[in-house]
């Protein structure tokens, strides 16, 4: 089963922050975060590993609650380079299928 | 060090057709998985293979096939093919399992079905 993120699109000016959720009704070894621009392939963000793991990369953060099997992706301050859909995807373990959701389209205008 | 390839880049077929994408993964990648991205549907998984052996595989039906061969380089068939089939196809090498690890998505292979 395909995790579900919401909102399924956001409209962002520059400088606003933004979240993307990301919920499973399985149990979740690992949640990726990819992000994915019009005619190209996704590119990597972040994963997670363990419950209550938080990572970021400068104004890009994430986190994994793994009692909730919830995943939110945090960007803050939004640069017109955020712009594109991003997908979180899904683990039940380490040699188990990757599975993602239908995406979030982030807009990030002047 | 050399991305993800896939070829061709771009497809047209028709129905009852059947086809065969391949993808090169990073040199030193064990794992590839093949998805099928259709708007609104996201990336949906199709198998992954790893030294050479399915580990796993999604929703499709019989029609979708694939391999892997020994120096980890895969190929996708899909026979009889279906107008619904119309999609970009995905493929992603990772060093290990890509439950668990970084996955470098290719550039794709879209493919049109009349």
């Known amino acids: 089963q395909q995790p579900v993120q919401s909102p399924q699109a956001v409209i962002l000016r520059e400088g606003e922050d933004a979240v993307i959720n990301c919920s499973s009704s399985?149990?979740?070894?690992?949640v990726h975060w990819y992000r994915q621009k019009h005619g190209e392939a996704p590119v990597f963000l972040m994963i997670?590993?363990?419950?209550?793991e938080q990572k970021g990369h400068e104004k890009i953060s994430a986190s994994f609650n793994e009692k909730k099997q919830q995943s939110s992706l945090y960007l803050t301050a939004s640069q017109l380079s955020y712009s594109g859909t991003y997908f979180c995807?899904?683990?039940?373990?380490?040699?188990?299928?990757?599975?993602f959701g239908k995406g979030t389209l982030l807009t990030v205008n002047p | 060090k050399a991305g993800v390839t896939q070829t061709p880049r771009y497809l047209i077929k028709t129905r009852g057709q059947q086809v065969t994408l391949s993808c090169s993964p990073i040199s030193g990648h064990r794992s590839v998985s093949w998805y099928q991205q259709t708007p609104g549907q996201g990336l949906q998984f199709l198998f992954e293979y790893f030294s050479e052996t399915q580990r796993n595989k999604g929703n499709f039906p019989g029609r979708f096939s694939g391999r892997q061969f020994s120096n980890s380089r895969s190929e996708m068939n899909v026979s009889t093919l279906e107008l619904g089939d119309s999609a970009l196809y995905l493929c992603?090498?990772?060093?290990?399992?890509?439950?668990?690890?970084?996955?470098?998505f290719g550039p794709g292979t879209r493919l049109l079905v009349l």
């Open positions: 399985k149990a979740l070894y690992s």
């Open positions: 992603a090498s990772s060093w290990t399992s890509g439950g668990a690890d970084t996955q470098y």
């Open positions: 995807g899904g683990s039940g373990g380490s040699n188990y299928k990757l599975t």
């Open positions: 997670l590993l363990k419950g209550g």
